[in-house]
Nanobody
Framework: VQLQASGGGLVQPGASLRLSCAGSGRTLSRGTMSWFRQAPGKEREFVAGIRWSGMSMTYYAESVKGRFTISRDNAKNTVYLQMNSLKPEDTAVYYC????????????????????WGQGTLVTVSS
């Protein structure tokens, strides 16, 4: 399984970006896909996740709830992270991650729950 993250860049506060995570070697329509981020000098943290449990269910960190939206396009085998109203504190390297299982909420936010990771894409929010 390979995950290719893209879409990062330099934007001003209040702007929007859409990150993409394209999968190959396995369908992303099952299991759990999530985005994590790591800011300079900080630990990697959960941002958003989407899992299949009869239907797609989404989860967000409190810091991005209402601003970020995770979604997937099964036909393109791609998961997206739409980021609106970006803030300087959103500056980080963003990673997509795949778990082949449908994770329960307590596991979904843990890095160790994911078997496959993308290479990361840098998002910089600065004026």
């Amino acid at each position: 399984v390979q995950l290719q993250a893209s879409g990062g860049g330099l934007v001003q506060p209040g702007a929007s970006l859409r990150l993409s995570c394209a999968g190959s070697g396995r369908t992303l329509s099952r299991g759990t896909m999530s985005w994590f981020r790591q800011a300079p000098g900080k630990e990697r943290e959960f941002v958003a996740g989407i899992r299949w449990s009869g239907m797609s269910m989404t989860y967000y960190a409190e810091s991005v709830k209402g601003r970020f939206t995770i979604s997937r396009d099964n036909a393109k085998n791609t998961v997206y992270l739409q980021m609106n109203s970006l803030k300087p504190e959103d500056t980080a390297v963003y990673y997509c991650a795949l778990s082949t299982g449908s994770l329960i909420l307590s596991s979904l936010k843990l890095e160790l729950s994911y078997e496959h990771w993308g290479q990361g894409t840098l998002v910089t929010v600065s004026s």
